[in-house]
């Protein structure tokens, strides 16, 4: 059974930073692609950075010049480091497992405010 469990998320003030974490089980984390997404309220869901199971990183629009995607293979996480927080940065984080986005976990609370 595939579980993604987050964490990580919290309230911040503008310009601030906070790192996400992503614990998988119930696959072979290390053959997986992964990804981070956030969902503001009455927004789509959007990509925010993702990660091949060899470690090749991408991201979307300005989140490639404030943040950054990583990966413990060994400990099966995957980690957002996002800095330079603005309240329009407010929003669930969710972490997903596969290419096709196949699998998501329940999400953590991003809240920038001042």
């Known amino acids: 059974q595939v579980q993604l469990v987050e964490s990580g998320g919290g309230w911040v003030q503008p310009g601030g930073s906070l790192k996400l974490s992503c614990v998988a089980s119930?696959?072979?984390?290390?053959?997986?692609?992964m990804s981070w997404h956030r969902q503001a309220p009455g927004m789509e869901r959007e990509l925010v950075a993702e990660?091949?199971?060899?470690?090749?990183?991408s991201y979307a629009g300005s989140w490639k010049e404030r943040s950054t995607i990583s990966r413990d293979n060994a400990k099966n996480v995957v980690f957002l480091q996002m800095n330079g927080l603005n309240p329009e940065d407010s929003a669930v984080y969710y972490c997903?497992?596969?290419?096709?986005?196949?699998?998501w976990g329940q999400g953590t609370q991003v809240t920038v405010s001042s």
């Open positions: 119930g696959f072979t984390f290390s053959s997986v692609d």
């Open positions: 990660i091949s199971r060899v470690g090749r990183a």
């Open positions: 997903s497992a596969g290419a096709g986005y196949n699998y």
